[in-house]
């Protein structure tokens, strides 16, 4: 029963003959980054299946899958140590079969689990060590990458990040490191491009400090004091969501919603319920959210940082506005709904910047990556 309960914590996507000690193995944190992230190492693994090498796709679930919310501290501990033992024999068992481990980490409690024991038994058998790093470069210069996890990262044979400033930051501390935007599900996107602005607006964050959502609350009072019918919807999991809820009641916000479930399908099904999409972010990446948006004919309204600059040219495929300047996106929200014009502009223009990032122009980057 114990073994059947381990295999139940791993997802094989794709295997592909049998070789032993060649092929990729991508290891994915359960619940790494947003909704749209969560789902990039499957997307990667499937587009993999053109390669000449296995591909598998395991999904670490790390000490938080196991603890039980009504054991105690000695319950959590006995808990973390288990689990943690399990998730080691299942990658003492699996990586020596696979000449390269691509890891996608995510952060927290499972930061041993999904970042650190990779990583070793990857080094310590002599595989490839190809890691997918979720930061930004103020993560950098604010400390928050200790020396430890500076030598995990400078072990690796190579890095992807998916923000330029992280990716400069961390090649002047001789870490390779590229930056590569976010993968998406072209095959889900709506088809329909937004003529005229309600405005029905989507975010999709993380619900964390830095990405500044309560600057989105507050802008989407002025808007909705303007336009009584507009509509909003905050797509994400995270600490910050009883403080976000706790404003909406206290402003007394209508037509407002904050939806936790981490569900991709109900993320997809806002989007194309949706007429414009904004992001927040104090930090400085892509979103995987703004790159499908863009994709599916969303003008998008974001916060602009190098990364989303090399993307995004203001009034052309998009809008910008400065970290926590409610008045500015309220502004550029309403500039939206009153001409259509520049909708249909960004709209398109979007669509076609966003399709230069789809597989078939992505895919000789990652196999550089892989073949490195």
Known sequence: MARQARNRSIREVISTGNASGSGILILAANGTGGILEAAEP???SR????LDKRVRLLSLYGSNHRQQKNTGSLGKLIGWFVGNCSEFAQLCRVIPQYEITHIFPTSGKGLLTHLVLPIILGRFFGKRVLLSYDGSEQELLAGNINSFKMRLLA??????????????GLQSRDINADFVYRMFDEDRLPRTEIVQVTPRILVALPLERFHSLPCVIKA????????PRAEMVISGQGRQARLLQSMIADERLTAVAIDTSGDEASFYEQLNQSDVLVNSSALDYVPASVLVAMAAGLPVVTTQHPSTSELIDDRTNGLFFKVNDHQALADRLIELVESPE???TLARQGRQSASRHQWKHAESQWRRFYHT
């Open 47 to 50: 587009h993999l299946h053109g």
């Open 155 to 168: 072990s690796c044979d190579a890095v992807t990040v998916n923000s330029r400033g992280l990716s400069h």
């Open 42 to 44: 499957l997307l990667l």
């Open 342 to 344: 520049l909708v249909r």
């Open 220 to 227: 989407f009072k002025l808007v909705k004091q303007k336009y």
